[in-house]
Nanobody
Framework: QVQLVESGGGLVQAGGSLRLSCAASGRTFSAYGMGWFRQVPGKERELVASIRWSGGSTYYADSVQGRFTISRAKSGHTVYLQMNSLKPDDTAVYYC????????????WGRGTQVTVSS
């Protein structure tokens, strides 16, 4: 069984920075890529950023473009989300997810980490 564990969330003032980490454990797997999603109560979960394992191409939602950076460790399935110039609208639970080879989309999810940005 594969598990994803997020860390690095917390409370920060507007304009500040946080770095989220997501580490995979359990059975080894091959992934097309990994991504960071976020969700606030009453709204759908949205994709914030993603990275493809082959080639390393990245995607960012318009709302975080230029402020957030997704990266991966050189080995293993570990991804990071560097979040700069945080805004109160970035407040959400952030989830890490993996799209494994052979799956149809993101099929492994972490439990999430809370990010709260105060004004």
């Amino acid at each position: 069984q594969v598990q994803l564990v997020e860390s690095g969330g917390g409370l920060v003032q507007a304009g500040g920075s946080l770095r989220l980490s997501c580490a995979a454990s359990g059975r080894t797997f091959s992934a097309y890529g990994m991504g960071w999603f976020r969700q606030v109560p009453g709204k759908e979960r949205e994709l914030v950023a993603s990275i493809r394992w082959s080639g390393g191409s990245t995607y960012y939602a318009d709302s975080v473009q230029g402020r957030f950076t997704i990266s991966r460790a050189k080995s293993g399935h570990t991804v990071y989300l560097q979040m700069n110039s945080l805004k109160p609208d970035d407040t959400a639970v952030y989830y890490c997810a993996a799209s494994r080879v052979g799956s149809n989309g993101y099929d492994v999810w972490g439990r999430g980490t809370q990010v709260t940005v105060s004004s």
